[in-house]
């Protein structure tokens, strides 16, 4: 993942971010922090394909999100888990439906979701809590549900913005050890935070901005560090160099856009840690493969009705 010199300044003249280049390596975890108004969620946004810079380049994945026509931004942000402050449950649907929903908006198959789904909320300890509502969970639970869905569709990347700001804060750590664990499968996490106390318990990069820059990076501190071995590649402290390998809006696979759209993961390989019994059969990810009447009724016990 690739910022290069991305600048974004609003309609009514606020800037937002000023000339922000970094590079955040497959399988990093990373914390962004600053005061408010300092850039952190902008920079979130921007990954999102919810903004666009004003200048500067946006790389994820080897996508330059400029080349992103709008019906690529679906398929765009399956490479993505987010987990958001305000958790952004649906009020109607049970825990179960909530991680589902995620799952069901790609057109996985009723047999992989069940068993997905399943796995997912035990990773975050909420096995037993499928039929319960959001208003019948804490906010702790809430937030576990709301990572679970993120996590669903194997995302590559997992952005949280202020995961932890609407919990206490021994569930604010619960939350950060479970991300944590999830990085340890391969998966990059970029966290956004105020709460210091986490920063420093964790011992992860940290990029810390101030008025829409980068005031530091914990990554070039290191490097700078580093007994001289020869010329620092600029590439790694300030990310002059990008891909040229960037599809334009033609390559990409187009699909229509979909009801929070942003909730979607991505690939269908199981990562390192095991999330799920599936065995990585990508057999069972032909969606094409009719479902039998004993698979269909046998799913409707668990898609958030009660079994008679």
Do not use: W
Not at 37 to 58: H, N, Q
């Amino acid at each position: 993942m690739r910022l290069r010199s991305v600048s974004r300044t609003y309609d009514n003249g606020t800037v937002a971010l000023k000339r922000v280049s970094l590079k955040i390596e497959d399988g990093e975890f990373v914390f962004i922090t600053g005061h408010s108004g300092a850039g952190k969620s902008s920079i979130i946004r921007l990954l999102m394909c919810e903004d666009v810079p004003t200048f500067g380049d946006v790389i994820v994945d080897g996508v330059n999100t400029r080349a992103l026509s709008h019906s690529d931004i679906p398929k765009y942000r399956r490479r993505l888990g987010v987990v958001f402050q305000d958790f952004r449950l649906i009020p109607s649907l049970n825990v179960y439906d909530n991680v589902a929903f995620a799952m069901r908006a790609v057109g996985k198959r009723r047999r992989i979701i069940k068993k997905r789904v399943a796995a997912v909320l035990n990773i975050v300890e909420l096995t037993g809590k499928e039929k319960c509502m959001p208003n019948q969970l804490s906010g702790g639970e809430q937030q576990r549900v709301a990572l679970a869905r993120a996590i669903v569709n194997n995302p590559k990347i997992i952005l949280a913005d202020e995961p932890t700001g609407n919990i206490d804060p021994d569930l604010s750590l619960e939350i950060m050890k479970m991300l944590n664990i999830i990085n340890q499968s391969g998966i990059t996490v970029i966290v956004v935070t105020h709460e210091q106390n986490l920063v420093n318990y964790f011992q992860k990069r940290v990029i810390t901005l101030s008025g829409g820059r980068i005031k530091s990076d914990t990554a070039r501190e290191i490097i700078s560090d580093l007994p001289d071995e020869g010329d620092v590649d600029d590439d790694v402290i300030d990310e002059t160099i990008i891909d040229e390998t960037v599809p334009a809006p033609g390559e990409l696979e187009t699909t229509p856009e979909i009801q929070e759209e942003q909730l979607s993961g991505s690939a269908d390989i199981i990562p390192g840690i095991t999330l799920s019994p599936l065995d990585d059969d990508s057999s069972l990810y032909d969606e094409d493969e009719p479902e039998t009447d004993n698979e269909i009724n046998e799913d409707e016990t668990l898609d958030g009705g009660d079994a008679e």
